[in-house]
């Protein structure tokens, strides 16, 4: 072992920046994050990159301007975790100690699950939002479209923040309106949930909006395969397959899955780090805790549910060091769905999809312009000089 901290965060994205600020705040002398990227990237913000509202340059931020101070930072990538000898091995030949260990490296794009997905993407026949390399050519292609056919799709969870792929079917919808070809383009949404997310309280909304704008949403369905030579993608649902033929441009979010190296962690199919989705407690390994996406939480992931969960988290590691109760995360989580470039919706739950509004009033499943002021413009500086500093 060639050095050991008291607390070890693995992952330097929302999860692990905003946990590690959360810690300094509450009295931790001693946190290592260890990430391996020089850039940060405020994902959120990819959608509206995708839906040409926002550049890629206004979401990127360096790793060193967002590291808390007080915190150490070891630039480099974990590639296994040794729960009985509480260390971390990274891919530099380090062995780390810890007193407690905290996973949030998020989830890794799994492209092989979608049949010709990589190669479609690299042709830029098809596109995703959700990948930083891939958001800008989205709205390239989305922009110009006059006429023709387009797929677009909701990941099956796990995903990060599945629901926000809605953002770019509104926002290009939206803009073909007020070009006057809305009418002259027909939009196909794959979904995998029996309506549109699965919400009651806000489906009413999205149905009604996607209807007047003629989108043929696919329902209990998936990408599962697509071909940019013969431009065709075919969606399974229900033990058989649809053909979309002709089809001029594909926006199809890969799914996720836990990074293959945590699966002495993980459990369940998508490898998520098998943690008591209250206290977010490993469930047998000692002193390691999880957060964020790869955390098996039976929430839907998004940004805004970290705040809950790092309040809560940085709080248990000190509570199990006393020895008293631990508190207990009820999987608060948030979508924010555009429904027009100049209107957006939050969806605010708990683990069981029940309705958890922040405020009574107003109703912030309505769609509304201020809403989206506040998320596209005003969440970002919350996130850079608050979040990412432990102060919400």
């Not at 360096?62 to 915190?71: C, D, E, F, I, L």
């Not at 796990?158 to 009418?183: I, M, N, Q, S, Y």
């Not at 839907?300 to 705040?307: D, E, F, I, W």
Request: hydrophobic residues 40%.
């Amino acid at each position: 072992m060639s050095r050991h901290h008291d607390v070890v965060v693995l992952g330097g994205g929302n999860a692990g920046i905003s946990l590690a600020a959360r810690l300094r705040q509450v009295g931790c002398r001693d946190v290592l994050v260890v990430a391996p990227s020089a850039t940060h990237l405020y994902r959120p913000m990819l959608n509206y990159v995708g839906g040409g509202q926002a550049r890629l340059d206004e979401l990127t931020l360096t790793t060193h301007t967002v590291m808390p101070s007080g915190v150490q930072w070891l630039r480099d990538r974990a590639v296994a975790v040794h729960p009985d000898l509480h260390e971390v091995e990274t891919a530099k030949g380090e062995r780390v100690g810890y007193t407690d260990l905290v996973v949030a490296t998020g989830l890794e794009e799994d492209l092989g699950a979608v049949k010709g997905l990589e190669t479609a993407l690299a042709s830029g026949w098809a596109s995703t939002p959700h990948l930083e390399e891939r958001a800008e050519r989205t709205w390239e292609a989305l922009r110009p479209l006059r006429r023709g056919r387009v797929v677009l799709s909701i990941p099956p969870e796990p995903a990060p923040c599945g629901g926000t792929a809605l953002k770019p079917l509104f926002l290009a919808a939206d803009h073909w309106r007020r070009e006057g070809v809305l009418g002259d383009v027909e939009i196909h949404l794959v979904t995998p949930f029996a309506s549109v997310l699965d919400l009651p309280f806000v489906d009413g909304t999205l149905t009604t909006r996607l209807e007047r704008l003629g989108v043929h949403v696919h329902h209990d369905a998936r990408v599962a395969s697509l071909d940019g030579a013969t431009r065709e993608v075919v969606v399974a649902s229900g033990g058989g397959t649809t053909t979309i033929a002709d089809v001029d441009h594909a926006v199809v979010v890969p799914h996720y899955r836990g990074p293959s190296w945590l699966a002495g962690l993980a459990g369940g199919e998508h490898g998520l780090v098998d943690v008591d989705p209250e206290t977010m407690a490993h469930r047998s390994a000692p002193d390691v805790w999880s957060l964020g996406d790869v955390a098996d939480l039976r929430t839907r992931p998004s940004g805004g549910a970290l705040r809950r969960q790092v309040d809560v988290l940085a709080d248990n590691i000190a509570r199990r060091r006393l020895g008293e109760p631990l508190r207990r995360y009820d999987g608060y989580t948030i979508i924010p769905v555009t429904t027009d470039r100049r209107r957006l919706l939050l969806a605010e739950m708990d683990r069981d999809g029940t309705p958890q509004p922040t405020v009574r009033r107003p109703d912030l499943t309505v769609p509304r312009t201020w809403l989206w002021v506040f998320d596209r413009y005003l969440e970002p500086r919350v996130y850079r000089y608050a979040l990412l500093r432990g102060r919400v």
